[in-house]
C-alpha cells in the first residue's frame, strides 16, 4: 500500500531571504474629509459640494469609508470628486522623490480612482511608471512587468494587490507602499509576496510601507489583517467582516 504524507514548509525555512521592515507613515485627513468621513460613519450620507453620497447597507458604508480616507468621494450620481492637495497624495509624492532615485518601488491601491493619483503623482516627478491594475489586456500586462523588471529607466509598479498581485515576481523592488488596502488577507499576503520570495536575496532588507490615517478604517484594517495573518487564519470569514463593521461603525 502507498502511504500519502504532506509537509508544509515556510519562506523562511528554506529560502535564506532578507528580512521584512514594515513602516506606518501616519496621514491625516483634510478638514472636508474629515467631516464627509464623520457624516457617512454617524449617519450613512454626506454631502460634498451640494452632492449626496448614500450608503445603504454596512458593508457599502465601509467601502465608502475607505474612499474618503484614500483622497476621493463617490456621489449617488455616478460622479466622483477628489480631495485636492492630500495629505496622502503628499506623502506618496514624498516617498518617491526620494526613494525612486535610487529603488524600484511598487506601490499598491485597490481602488480605480487612486491609481489616478498615483499616476499623476509620477508625472509630476517625471518618474517613468507602469500599471498592472483592472481593464488593461493581458498583453499589456505582460509587457508592463517585464518593463519594470528589465526597463531601468521604470522606476514604479503601480498595482492591484489582486490583479497585478498574483504569479508576479517582482523582485527588482526593495519597497512597497500601500497607497490603500482592502478587506483580502490573500492579497495582502500574495502582493508582500511579490518582491518577497527567491530571488530578493539581492537586497539586503524588504520594506513594506502603510499609509494610515489613524483612528479610521484605515488603522482598522491593517490591525484585523495583521491579526489573522498571526493567528494564521487564511480565509476571510463573515465574523471577520462583522469584526471590521462592530469597530469602525460601533454596531
Known amino acids: 500500500s502507498v502511504t500519502e ?6 519562506k523562511s525555512e528554506c529560502l535564506d531571504l532578507p528580512p521584512v521592515v514594515k513602516q506606518r507613515i501616519e496621514v491625516k485627513m483634510l478638514p472636508q ?10 449617519d450613512f450620507i454626506t454631502f460634498y459640494q451640494s452632492n449626496a453620497c448614500v450608503a445603504q447597507l454596512a458593508l457599502t458604508k465601509l467601502l465608502r469609508l475607505q474612499q474618503i480616507v484614500s483622497g476621493y468621494i463617490s456621489f449617488e450620481d455616478g460622479g466622483v470628486t477628489h480631495f485636492k492637495d492630500s495629505e496622502r497624495e503628499s506623502a506618496l509624492k514624498e516617498l518617491l522623490e526620494e526613494l ?3 529603488h524600484k518601488v511598487i506601490v499598491w491601491a485597490v481602488f480605480q480612482e487612486n491609481y489616478k493619483v498615483i499616476e499623476r503623482v509620477c508625472k509630476d516627478l517625471g518618474v517613468k511608471y507602469v500599471g498592472v491594475y483592472g481593464g488593461i489586456s493581458e498583453t499589456q500586462r505582460q509587457e508592463a512587468i517585464k518593463d519594470f523588471n528589465q526597463d531601468q529607466a521604470t522606476r514604479v509598479y503601480i498595482g492591484n494587490p489582486l490583479s497585478g498581485g498574483i504569479g508576479v515576481n517582482l523582485t527588482v523592488s526593495d519597497i512597497s507602499i500601500y497607497y490603500s488596502r ?3 488577507l490573500e492579497s495582502a499576503l500574495q502582493s508582500a509576496a511579490r518582491n518577497h520570495r527567491g530571488g530578493s536575496e539581492i537586497h539586503q532588507k524588504i520594506t513594506h510601507i502603510d499609509l494610515i490615517t489613524p483612528e479610521t478604517i484605515d488603522e482598522i484594517i491593517v490591525e484585523k489583517l495583521h491579526e489573522k495573518e498571526s493567528n494564521g487564519e487564511l480565509l476571510i470569514s463573515q465574523d471577520f467582516a462583522s469584526d471590521i463593521i462592530k469597530n469602525v461603525l460601533g454596531n
Open 100 to 102: 525612486t532615485p535610487n
Open 182 to 184: 482592502d478587506f483580502s
Open 5 to 10: 504524507t504532506s509537509i508544509r514548509v515556510r
Open 33 to 42: 474629509q474629515q467631516k464627509a468621513y464623520e457624516e457617512m460613519k454617524n
